[in-house]
Nanobody
Framework: VQLQASGGGLVQAGGSLRLSCAAT????????MAWFRQGPGKEREFVAS????????AYSNSAKGRFTISRDNAKNTLYLQMNDLIPEDAAVYYC???????????????????WGQGTQVTVSS
């Protein structure tokens, strides 16, 4: 599967952005999908995941209540709606996909074999 992330940009604190991740595959619904982010000098960290089909979602503590992950299987697209953005949310955001991940590993970057190129999110204070 090939992944193409988009939607990043510059936003003021308190603002919103919606990221998209277009997947090139005939079997998008079979993939567990996730968003990760990596700030300057930081390790890549889990943001949110969504299970196969229209499945269960999971969020990091920092994303919970502000971000919403969703998928449109008809469009082969993953989304991340980000509201109430804060400067600490600034990072390169990556989408990831894999078929074989068990639930306990969904927040582990190394468990995903397929990654998009990343989209930059900048939040001004």
């Amino acid at each position: 599967v090939q992944l193409q992330a988009s939607g990043g940009g510059l936003v003021q604190a308190g603002g919103s952005l919606r990221l998209s991740c277009a997947a090139t595959t005939r079997d998008f619904r079979s993939y567990r999908m996730a968003w990760f982010r990596q700030g300057p000098g930081k390790e890549r960290e889990f943001v949110a995941s969504i299970d196969r089909g229209v499945g269960a979602t999971a969020y990091s503590n920092s994303a919970k209540g502000r971000f919403t992950i969703s998928r449109d299987n008809a469009k082969n697209t993953l989304y991340l709606q980000m509201n109430d953005l804060i400067p600490e949310d600034a990072a390169v955001y990556y989408c990831a996909a894999d078929r074989g991940i068990i639930s306990s590993m969904r927040g582990v970057p190394g468990a995903y074999n397929n990654w998009g190129q990343g989209t930059q999110v900048t939040v001004s204070s």
